[in-house]
């Protein structure tokens, strides 16, 4: 028996953002934001306004940093205790939209720590207190159709990567007006990890006949829009936006592979952004799984109007479009090129495989992968070798 869920009403197109007058009837929303962008552009502002003459006494909660940390989570929760919204509006990138679930966990249920919901599908019942409204700003986590959040404990160095249907938000908002104000570097990485969501998605073991139309379509977008979102044009900032969207409501299903497993610890020791890594990753993993689901890539590829009369070539066709995206894009192709020392990656290999064979996203990857597969993948993603085991 298998389970998809998401949330039951998406908003989207130019000017979605008035869809909040929707939540007429409700009484209090708290507004769960980062740094300075939101407000910079208006769109905090504009928010507020229109909760505001909807009826709703609203609170505001800011400075979500990045990377959320478990205390500005209790904090949050603490301070949504004392208001009692029936609304939580989280906007902004994933960083906000990720603190603001897990405030939401504490709010409903004060009694629990993180340690009693850490463990996958532990977060009990919540919409006693609250229901969830998400606006991302950025076009690549989807934490606003997903049902994970990843929190920081900063004391221990630990990262909370909470999952559980019950965080998966019940309204989201993509309105692309708010995502039109990504710079492109920002555009290239978190594109092409929604492009690595999809893809995972499409691969991993949990795939189903519900997701697999989610994750091709994703693709097929991301790979026709993603060089001229990089290039400013809006309407493919726009299409970007929705892409990312179905990619996330694809893996919040389906769930991911090592390309993240990898990315997950690789951005945290090179100190590189998540989208960046998983650029890197992705042609390595895709040759490293196509040992076991080549048909599988070959399908993507010909979704997507690559050439090639086998499996084998249509597989190469993709690794070759994903290099070539990356190089349009300005991405250098290997960790070495990203200016990781040598040194140091042989000093930290071994924990880094260790750790990334642990990650929950190995588990639903398509091929099993050993220690030893995940630091020869990362080699090759090193030095940009092939790989053929
Ligand atoms: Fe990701």
């Given at each position: 028996?298998?389970?998809?869920?998401?949330?039951?009403?998406?908003?989207?197109?130019?000017?979605?953002?008035?869809?909040?007058?929707?939540?007429?009837?409700?009484?209090?929303?708290?507004?769960?934001?980062?740094?300075?962008?939101?407000?910079?552009?208006?769109?905090?502002?504009?928010?507020?306004?229109?909760?505001?003459?909807?009826?709703?006494?609203?609170?505001?909660?800011?400075?979500?940093?990045?990377?959320?940390?478990?205390?500005?989570?209790?904090?949050?929760?603490?301070?949504?205790?004392?208001?009692?919204?029936?609304?939580?509006?989280?906007?902004?990138?994933?960083?906000?939209?990720?603190?603001?679930?897990?405030?939401?966990?504490?709010?409903?249920?004060?009694?629990?720590?993180?340690?009693?919901?850490?463990?996958?599908?532990?977060?009990?019942?919540?919409?006693?207190?609250?229901?969830?409204?998400?606006?991302?700003?950025?076009?690549?986590?989807?934490?606003?159709?997903?049902?994970?959040?990843?929190?920081?404990?900063?004391?221990?160095?630990?990262?909370?990567?909470?999952?559980?249907?019950?965080?998966?938000?019940?309204?989201?908002?993509?309105?692309?007006?708010?995502?039109?104000?990504?710079?492109?570097?920002?555009?290239?990485?978190?594109?092409?990890?929604?492009?690595?969501?999809?893809i995972?998605?499409?691969?991993?073991?949990?795939?189903?006949?519900?997701?697999?139309?989610?994750?091709l379509?994703?693709i097929s977008?991301?790979d026709d829009?993603?060089v001229?979102?990089?290039?400013?044009?809006?309407?493919?900032?726009?299409?970007?936006?929705?892409?990312?969207?179905?990619?996330?409501?694809?893996?919040?299903?389906?769930?991911?592979?090592?390309?993240?497993?990898?990315?997950?610890?690789?951005?945290?020791?090179?100190?590189?952004?998540?989208?960046?890594?998983?650029?890197?990753?992705?042609p390595?993993?895709i040759a490293?799984?196509s040992?076991?689901?080549m048909k599988k890539y070959a399908e993507i590829a010909r979704f997507i109007g690559l050439s090639g009369a086998t499996d084998k070539q249509l597989t190469n066709s993709l690794i070759e479009e994903i290099n070539r995206l990356?190089r349009t894009?300005?991405?250098?192709?290997?960790?070495?090129?990203?200016?990781?020392?040598?040194?140091?990656?042989?000093?930290?290999?071994?924990?880094?495989?260790?750790?990334?064979?642990?990650?929950?996203?190995?588990?639903?990857?398509?091929?099993?992968?050993?220690?030893?597969?995940?630091?020869?993948?990362?080699?090759?993603?090193?030095?940009?070798?092939?790989?053929?085991?």
């Amino acid at each position: 028996m298998a389970r998809f869920t998401l949330p039951r009403d998406l908003y989207f197109g130019a000017g979605s953002i008035e869809e909040l007058s929707n939540l007429k009837g409700k009484k209090k929303a708290i507004i769960v934001t980062g740094g300075s962008s939101m407000q910079k552009f208006g769109f905090l502002k504009k928010v507020e306004d229109i909760l505001t003459k909807t009826g709703l006494e609203v609170k505001l909660f800011e400075g979500v940093e990045p990377d959320p940390s478990v205390e500005t989570v209790y904090r949050g929760a603490k301070e949504m205790q004392e208001f009692g919204p029936d609304v939580i509006v989280s906007i902004g990138g994933g960083s906000p939209i990720d603190a603001a679930k897990a405030m939401w966990v504490f709010y409903e249920h004060p009694e629990l720590t993180f340690d009693d919901i850490k463990d996958p599908f532990s977060i009990p019942e919540l919409r006693k207190k609250a229901i969830f409204v998400a606006i991302p700003s950025t076009s690549g986590t989807a934490t606003e159709v997903t049902a994970f959040s990843v929190i920081t404990d900063y004391s221990t160095l630990v990262k909370y990567p909470l999952a559980d249907f019950n965080i998966t938000p019940d309204i989201a908002i993509l309105d692309p007006d708010i995502a039109s104000t990504m710079p492109p570097k920002l555009v290239a990485h978190t594109g092409m990890d929604a492009m690595t969501h999809a893809i995972e998605a499409y691969t991993a073991s949990l795939a189903s006949p519900f997701s697999d139309p989610l994750a091709l379509k994703a693709i097929s977008m991301i790979d026709d829009s993603i060089v001229d979102s990089y290039n400013g044009d809006k309407d493919a900032k726009g299409d970007m936006h929705t892409a990312q969207c179905l990619a996330g409501m694809a893996f919040s299903n389906a769930l991911l592979g090592i390309v993240h497993s990898l990315a997950h610890k690789t951005g945290a020791q090179f100190d590189l952004p998540h989208g960046l890594c998983n650029a890197i990753m992705l042609p390595y993993v895709i040759a490293y799984n196509s040992k076991v689901c080549m048909k599988k890539y070959a399908e993507i590829a010909r979704f997507i109007g690559l050439s090639g009369a086998t499996d084998k070539q249509l597989t190469n066709s993709l690794i070759e479009e994903i290099n070539r995206l990356n190089r349009t894009l300005n991405i250098a192709p290997t960790f070495k090129e990203n200016g990781v020392d040598e040194a140091y990656l042989k000093e930290h290999i071994d924990f880094i495989a260790e750790n990334a064979q642990k990650d929950p996203c190995t588990g639903s990857n398509p091929r099993e992968a050993s220690v030893e597969d995940l630091k020869k993948i990362l080699e090759c993603a090193y030095y940009g070798t092939p790989v053929n085991f």
